[in-house]
């Protein structure tokens, strides 16, 4: 019998190893960047918690943010105060948040500051891993003093952006006293209950339905360099 390789069987063992390689690298790609083929995340069941933390971090020093908050608000959404406090920091710098056709319409400084002062506040009541970095930057007095401040709002679902007079400051100190020895749920709960009454935040489980709502065209590929 003749032992000669029939025409087309080395092309056929090139191409299975040519699909092979190329089906292990698509698998790379999606457990580095946090997503599947299908644009979904899927971190959560590749990375562990302190992983995608510092995947996120990364992502964000390399001008990733669209990556960095699919790695992020899926932990913030469910109240880990470390994602919640990250999100916050990044809000304030260049991250971009994401809005929807009424919201371009608002200063992106304004509506940077409403979700960190959200993000802040839930950050620091958080029942798991509360971070309290932010809170003296929120609450600088010289912030408040100024008249009137603008929040975040809900409105049939959707997040708007309000402008309300600030609270006195003997509130906001008594807020900002709540926040920073918040180390239980129920304490947190407490704080978060006094930062709704004073108008400055919406509840938690608005907040995250409103955020996942709005369309992902506003998520950015990079980072906003920032003009301040």
Known sequence: ????????????????RFI???GCGLLVFSLVCGCDLTGKSSAASTLTREERLKVA?????????????ALLWPMAR?????????LASDFGGRLEIPASDSDTKVDPGVRSFANVLVTTIYAAAASKYPDKRNLYYIFDPAR???GDVTVVSIRSGRIIYSSIK??????????????????????????????????LIPSFSEYSKAMDAVPTTYRPNHCLRRPW
């Open 144 to 146: 408040w003093n100024k």
């Open 20 to 22: 092979l390689k190329i």
């Open 1 to 16: 019998m003749s032992n000669v390789i029939p025409d087309g069987a080395p092309q056929m063992s090139f191409a299975s």
């Open 78 to 86: 469910e109240g880990d105060g470390e994602a919640l406090s990250e």
């Open 166 to 199: 600030a609270p006195p400051p003997i509130s906001i100190t008594k807020l900002e006293n709540c926040l920073s020895q918040a180390n239980a749920s129920n304490v947190g709960d407490r704080c978060v209950a006094q930062a709704i009454k004073l108008g």
């Open 57 to 69: 971090a990364d992502a964000y020093y390399n001008n990733q943010c669209e990556k960095q908050w």
